[in-house]
């Protein structure tokens, strides 16, 4: 990897956790979720400054090529994502329930009130 290159994929890289950073300072992300996006970037930076790392790890795991080793890594890193999103989606959902039930409640004690005062008039 010739050294133009490598500088463009790192300031590329920094250009992508400081997104991140600012998603965050705006509140348009959640610091907890945003965790697994800025390792991310980081790990791309020093996967540029490394680049036989990738090569080396995946010998040492036994995968036949570092590709096999970085697909395996994207599809377990998938289903992590997606698993982490229907947990936090069918949180949302129970909460939606709840929040639904008591607005219910609450307009049929309302309901009650003002019969209660028409009845009085």
Request: charged share 20%; glycine share 2%; proline share 2%.
């Amino acid at each position: 990897m010739n050294l133009t290159l490598k500088i463009a994929l790192i300031i590329i890289s920094l250009i992508y956790i400081f997104l991140i950073l600012k998603a965050i300072r705006r509140k348009k992300i959640n610091v907890t979720y945003s965790i697994f996006w800025i390792i991310t970037g980081i790990a791309l930076i020093i996967c540029t400054i490394v680049p036989n790392l990738i090569e080396y790890i995946s010998k040492k795991l036994g995968f036949e090529t570092p590709s096999n080793m970085l697909f395996v890594i994207t599809i377990f890193i998938a289903f992590y994502l997606i698993f982490n999103l229907t947990v936090i989606l069918s949180r949302e959902n129970r909460k939606n329930t709840l929040l639904v039930q008591e607005v219910s409640l609450l307009k049929k004690q309302v309901k009650h009130l003002e019969e209660k005062i028409d009845g009085a008039k």
